[in-house]
Protein backbone atom coordinates (compact mmCIF):
# COMPACT_ATOMS: atom_id res chain seq x y z
CA UNK A 1 0.00 0.00 0.00
CA UNK A 2 1.51 3.28 -1.09
CA UNK A 3 4.88 1.70 -2.02
CA UNK A 4 5.69 1.33 1.47
CA UNK A 5 3.44 -1.48 3.58
CA UNK A 6 3.05 -5.50 2.25
CA UNK A 7 -0.06 -6.86 2.94
CA UNK A 8 1.53 -10.51 2.87
CA UNK A 9 2.56 -10.49 6.80
CA UNK A 10 -1.26 -9.30 7.59
CA UNK A 11 -2.45 -11.71 9.58
CA UNK A 12 -6.28 -11.54 10.54
CA UNK A 13 -7.00 -13.62 13.62
CA UNK A 14 -11.22 -13.70 12.98
CA UNK A 15 -11.97 -15.96 10.98
CA UNK A 16 -15.16 -14.47 10.22
CA UNK A 17 -13.69 -11.51 8.60
CA UNK A 18 -10.75 -13.06 6.90
CA UNK A 19 -12.78 -13.43 3.58
CA UNK A 20 -14.34 -9.72 3.78
CA UNK A 21 -10.96 -7.69 4.68
CA UNK A 22 -9.91 -7.18 1.24
CA UNK A 23 -6.35 -7.74 1.87
CA UNK A 24 -5.46 -7.60 -1.86
CA UNK A 25 -2.34 -5.90 -2.63
CA UNK A 26 -2.72 -2.27 -4.48
CA UNK A 27 -0.46 0.82 -5.19
CA UNK A 28 -3.53 3.27 -4.22
CA UNK A 29 -6.75 2.70 -2.70
CA UNK A 30 -9.07 3.67 -5.94
CA UNK A 31 -10.81 0.88 -7.51
CA UNK A 32 -13.50 3.22 -9.20
CA UNK A 33 -16.48 1.45 -7.95
CA UNK A 34 -15.72 -1.42 -10.27
CA UNK A 35 -17.63 -3.61 -8.09
CA UNK A 36 -20.53 -2.19 -7.95
CA UNK A 37 -23.05 -3.87 -9.99
CA UNK A 38 -21.86 -7.46 -8.99
CA UNK A 39 -23.45 -9.16 -5.59
CA UNK A 40 -21.01 -9.86 -2.93
CA UNK A 41 -18.18 -8.04 -5.12
CA UNK A 42 -17.81 -5.25 -2.37
CA UNK A 43 -16.05 -8.11 -0.17
CA UNK A 44 -13.19 -7.80 -2.38
CA UNK A 45 -12.99 -4.13 -2.31
CA UNK A 46 -9.52 -3.04 -0.50
CA UNK A 47 -9.88 -2.13 4.07
CA UNK A 48 -8.13 0.86 3.11
CA UNK A 49 -10.62 2.09 0.16
CA UNK A 50 -12.87 1.62 2.71
CA UNK A 51 -11.44 4.02 5.12
CA UNK A 52 -10.97 6.31 2.06
CA UNK A 53 -14.59 6.26 1.67
CA UNK A 54 -15.93 6.28 4.99
CA UNK A 55 -13.79 9.56 5.53
CA UNK A 56 -15.18 11.04 2.21
CA UNK A 57 -18.64 11.80 4.13
CA UNK A 58 -19.90 15.04 4.48
CA UNK A 59 -17.78 18.03 6.05
CA UNK A 60 -14.40 18.93 5.89
CA UNK A 61 -12.89 16.90 2.91
CA UNK A 62 -16.51 15.32 2.10
CA UNK A 63 -16.22 14.06 -1.73
CA UNK A 64 -12.59 14.54 -1.71
CA UNK A 65 -10.75 10.95 -2.58
CA UNK A 66 -7.04 12.88 -2.97
CA UNK A 67 -7.91 14.28 0.43
CA UNK A 68 -8.72 11.76 2.09
CA UNK A 69 -5.84 9.38 0.64
CA UNK A 70 -3.34 11.81 1.87
CA UNK A 71 -5.11 11.51 5.28
CA UNK A 72 -4.90 7.83 5.65
CA UNK A 73 -1.25 7.90 4.06
CA UNK A 74 -0.11 10.29 6.58
CA UNK A 75 -2.01 8.55 9.38
CA UNK A 76 -0.21 5.25 8.30
CA UNK A 77 2.91 7.12 8.65
CA UNK A 78 2.58 8.30 12.17
CA UNK A 79 1.31 4.80 12.93
CA UNK A 80 4.68 3.00 11.85
CA UNK A 81 6.13 6.04 13.54
CA UNK A 82 4.38 5.35 17.10
CA UNK A 83 3.83 1.40 17.11
CA UNK A 84 7.11 0.65 14.42
CA UNK A 85 4.78 -2.30 13.44
CA UNK A 86 3.28 -2.26 9.83
CA UNK A 87 -0.48 -0.14 10.12
CA UNK A 88 -1.72 -2.62 8.12
CA UNK A 89 -1.37 -4.76 10.59
CA UNK A 90 -2.26 -2.48 13.36
CA UNK A 91 -5.44 -1.47 11.50
CA UNK A 92 -7.13 -5.11 10.98
CA UNK A 93 -6.51 -5.85 14.35
CA UNK A 94 -8.60 -2.38 14.91
CA UNK A 95 -11.40 -3.42 12.89
CA UNK A 96 -11.66 -7.06 14.83
CA UNK A 97 -11.34 -5.35 17.64
CA UNK A 98 -14.44 -2.72 16.77
CA UNK A 99 -16.65 -5.13 14.69
CA UNK A 100 -19.74 -5.72 16.44
CA UNK A 101 -21.25 -9.13 16.60
CA UNK A 102 -25.07 -9.10 17.33
CA UNK A 103 -27.31 -5.80 16.98
CA UNK A 104 -30.94 -4.79 17.71
CA UNK A 105 -34.17 -5.42 15.02
CA UNK A 106 -37.35 -4.57 15.45
CA UNK A 107 -40.16 -6.96 15.12
CA UNK A 108 -43.50 -5.63 15.44
CA UNK A 109 -46.79 -8.23 16.21
CA UNK A 110 -50.05 -7.05 16.58
CA UNK A 111 -48.99 -3.65 16.39
CA UNK A 112 -46.87 -3.90 19.52
CA UNK A 113 -43.09 -3.99 18.89
CA UNK A 114 -40.08 -5.53 20.03
CA UNK A 115 -36.82 -5.30 19.99
CA UNK A 116 -34.87 -8.63 19.23
CA UNK A 117 -31.06 -9.15 19.37
CA UNK A 118 -29.87 -10.48 15.62
CA UNK A 119 -26.44 -11.49 14.61
CA UNK A 120 -24.53 -9.37 11.75
CA UNK A 121 -22.89 -10.85 9.13
CA UNK A 122 -19.20 -10.43 8.31
CA UNK A 123 -19.67 -8.12 5.92
CA UNK A 124 -21.64 -5.46 7.79
CA UNK A 125 -19.50 -6.05 10.65
CA UNK A 126 -16.48 -4.75 8.51
CA UNK A 127 -18.71 -1.97 6.86
CA UNK A 128 -19.62 -1.21 10.69
CA UNK A 129 -16.28 -0.97 12.22
CA UNK A 130 -14.72 0.84 9.69
CA UNK A 131 -17.38 3.35 9.89
CA UNK A 132 -16.72 3.82 13.96
CA UNK A 133 -13.36 4.64 13.53
CA UNK A 134 -13.49 7.11 10.72
CA UNK A 135 -16.26 8.67 13.04
CA UNK A 136 -14.36 8.90 16.15
CA UNK A 137 -11.65 10.64 14.14
CA UNK A 138 -13.76 12.93 12.34
CA UNK A 139 -15.84 13.88 16.10
CA UNK A 140 -12.31 14.25 17.60
CA UNK A 141 -11.25 16.83 14.99
CA UNK A 142 -13.79 18.77 16.04
CA UNK A 143 -12.96 21.98 17.62
CA UNK A 144 -9.18 19.90 18.02
CA UNK A 145 -6.09 21.53 17.15
CA UNK A 146 -4.53 18.15 16.26
CA UNK A 147 -5.14 17.20 12.63
CA UNK A 148 -7.27 14.55 11.25
CA UNK A 149 -4.34 12.55 10.50
CA UNK A 150 -3.24 11.98 13.57
CA UNK A 151 -6.27 11.69 15.21
CA UNK A 152 -7.39 8.96 12.96
CA UNK A 153 -4.37 7.11 13.88
CA UNK A 154 -4.55 7.56 17.30
CA UNK A 155 -8.10 6.34 17.11
CA UNK A 156 -6.93 3.11 14.73
CA UNK A 157 -4.24 2.62 17.67
CA UNK A 158 -6.32 2.67 20.66
CA UNK A 159 -9.08 0.29 18.91
CA UNK A 160 -5.73 -2.29 17.80
CA UNK A 161 -5.27 -2.08 21.61
CA UNK A 162 -8.81 -2.31 22.55
CA UNK A 163 -8.87 0.62 24.53
CA UNK A 164 -12.07 2.02 26.06
CA UNK A 165 -10.84 5.37 25.19
CA UNK A 166 -11.59 5.01 21.39
CA UNK A 167 -14.69 6.06 19.76
CA UNK A 168 -15.24 2.94 17.73
CA UNK A 169 -13.99 0.38 20.68
CA UNK A 170 -17.27 2.18 23.20
CA UNK A 171 -19.51 2.01 19.94
CA UNK A 172 -19.34 -1.70 19.68
CA UNK A 173 -19.40 -2.31 23.31
CA UNK A 174 -22.77 0.37 23.42
CA UNK A 175 -24.52 -1.91 20.57
CA UNK A 176 -23.77 -5.40 21.99
CA UNK A 177 -24.66 -3.73 25.67
CA UNK A 178 -28.02 -3.15 24.37
CA UNK A 179 -28.42 -6.43 21.84
CA UNK A 180 -27.74 -8.62 24.97
CA UNK A 181 -30.21 -6.39 26.98
CA UNK A 182 -33.05 -7.63 24.12
CA UNK A 183 -32.17 -11.37 24.88
Request: aromatic share 6%; glycine share 6%.
Amino acid sequence: MFGRWSFEDVEVLDPGLRRYLGLRSTFLPRTGGRQEHQPFRKAELPVVEKLVNQLMRPGLQGGMKTKAVSIVRNAFEIIHLRTSKNPMQVLVRAIENTAPAEDVTRVAYGGIVYHRSVDISPMRRVDLAIRFIAEGARRAAKGSPATIDELLAEEIILAAEKDSKSYAVSKKEEMERIALASR
